[in-house]
């Protein structure tokens, strides 16, 4: 049986974007290190040189030379960035000799990384690369994630992402599951500085939500190292093992679900065994903070130690990457020592419509 271990992460955020058409929150600093360019959102930097220094350093993390990469998997998104076959000029910063496997998927990495997994498990290789990109600066980034929606009675009212979130955030509230005190909580916990009880105060973006209940999208990169049992004794730090990882997608539209639950983040949990286990950190790719709350409710855990000790996605949203970001940094927990048994989610579509969850554990191989 084939075991595959995530030896070596690396990610980099650049300061926050201009703010779309609707109200954007304020970004205090990133929970990863920011990249020194605060003149422009991204700093001026290609797609390549974004990628460039990620890739070099979760290389070195797992002790691993370019060559020895047997399968690669990237993703971003050519509609966030304005440009198409932009992906291509970001190539430059992989590992190009000698030829070998690649696969490109529009969308969150974390969704990469799962494919890249299965490739791993098929025997297709024994070293992969897993690296996302994005730097969302096409001149309406509203009317693009616009697109998720459905296209007959949703789309045509064009209702901005925050708004749906809002819905959501609303229904949770009215179900007597969370009050607004709750979401303040949440937030002053993932951006520090800010007062609780000052944040109740802030006008609302959308009711029941305020601009800081809302993430701060940044151009950023991430790269994740993956290998098989054989090769992660050559690890410099704690392999943290793959267990499982499974993705489930609910219903398009919207009026057909119940917006206050996550049914596919909940079965998916059931096919990990998550459920009533304990958990040393889970890491949430919640864009707005109500459904931190949904998520960690729908794996059911017995014990949860700590929930995004990173800081999760709402001081930081380099859309396309948030998700492999907190796959790596659950990931991280375990290859620090810090952590044996973690999961990382990822979530795209509006109000946590597809859900991704990663299992890693020390112990394996």
Do not use: K
Not at 226 to 231: H, Q, S
């Amino acid at each position: 049986m084939i075991e595959v271990a995530v030896t070596g992460f690396a990610a980099d955020l650049t300061a926050p974007h201009p703010a779309p058409p609707h109200p954007a929150p304020p970004h205090p600093a990133p929970p990863h290190p920011a990249a020194p360019h605060p003149a422009a959102p991204d700093g001026g930097r290609t797609d390549a040189e974004l990628l460039a220094p990620v890739v070099a350093a979760a290389l070195e993390d797992s002790g691993l030379a370019p060559d020895q990469i047997d399968v690669l998997g990237t993703a971003s998104s050519e509609f966030l960035g304005g440009l198409v076959g932009g992906m291509m000029g970001a190539f430059d910063a992989l590992p190009g000799w000698p030829p070998r496997p690649h696969s490109h998927l529009d969308g969150d990495g974390a969704f990469a990384f799962y494919e890249t997994w299965i490739r791993l498990l098929a025997g297709e290789g024994r070293a992969a690369l897993v690296c996302a990109f994005g730097r969302p600066s096409a001149s309406d980034r509203r009317s693009v994630l616009e697109l998720q929606l459905d296209p007959y009675t949703v789309a045509p009212l064009g209702p901005p992402l925050a708004a749906l979130a809002a819905l959501q955030a609303r229904a949770l509230i009215d179900s007597g599951r969370c009050r607004e005190a709750d979401l303040a909580r949440i937030v002053a916990a993932r951006r520090p500085g800010t007062d609780p009880a000052e944040l109740l105060g802030r006008p609302y973006v959308a009711s029941p939500l305020r601009a800081a209940d809302c993430s701060t999208v940044v151009s950023g990169a991430a790269a994740v190292v993956m290998v098989t049992g054989d090769l992660a004794g050559r690890a410099r730090r704690v392999p943290a093992w793959i267990a499982g990882a499974a993705h489930r997608m609910e219903r398009h539209y919207l009026g057909a679900r119940d917006l206050t639950t996550s049914p596919s983040t909940a079965a998916v949990a059931a096919d990990l065994g998550l459920p009533g286990s304990d958990l040393d950190v889970l890491e949430i790719h919640a864009p707005f903070s109500h459904q931190e709350l949904i998520v960690t409710e729908a794996i059911g855990a017995r014990r949860v130690g700590r929930v995004n000790p990173s800081g999760g996605a709402l001081p930081a949203d380099p859309l396309m990457v948030t998700g492999l970001i907190r796959v790596g940094m659950a990931a991280e927990a375990i290859m620090a020592g810090q952590a044996g048994r973690v999961v990382g989610h990822a979530t795209n579509g509006p109000c946590l419509q597809h859900n991704l969850l990663v299992l890693l554990e020390a112990g394996g191989g």
